[in-house]
């Protein structure tokens, strides 16, 4: 089992920054890949961004809408998901998720609860 405590949204103002955290507990062992995702009501989940932490697939992946403006970041030592929004739109309000893929015996997701980021002036 894989437990995940998102936090730091809130309310910003447009073009301002915001960063979003995940924290990890459990069996993070046998956590092999991260990321983040966005739902607005009345739409489905999607992938902001992800970090494959076998180191096999490469560098991090961005929706192409979030490119040049969002970073992911892990802390291994702090079993924590970082996730850095700048120049934030406010198309971009939603309810940002934390998601972990794991491995035990076979493959499973864990989603946080998520956080609330709404951008608006």
């Known amino acids: 089992q894989v437990q995940l405590v998102e936090s730091g949204g809130g309310l910003v103002q447009p073009g301002r920054s915001l960063r979003l955290s995940c924290v990890a507990s459990?069996?993070?062992?046998?956590?092999?890949?991260m990321g983040w995702y966005r739902q607005a009501p009345g739409h489905q989940r999607e992938l902001v961004a992800g970090?494959?932490?076998?180191?096999?697939?490469?560098?991090?992946n961005y929706a192409a809408s979030v490119k040049r403006r969002f970073t992911i970041a892990r802390d291994a030592a702090k079993s924590t998901l970082y996730l850095q929004m700048n120049s934030l739109k406010p198309e971009e309000t939603d309810v940002y998720y934390c998601?972990?893929?794991?491995?035990?015996?076979?493959?499973?997701?864990?989603w946080g609860q998520g956080t609330q980021v709404t951008v608006s002036s």
């Open positions: 970090l494959d932490l076998s180191g096999r697939a490469g560098g991090p």
């Open positions: 459990g069996s993070t062992s046998s956590i092999y890949t």
């Open positions: 998601k972990a893929g794991v491995i035990q015996g076979l493959l499973a997701d864990y």
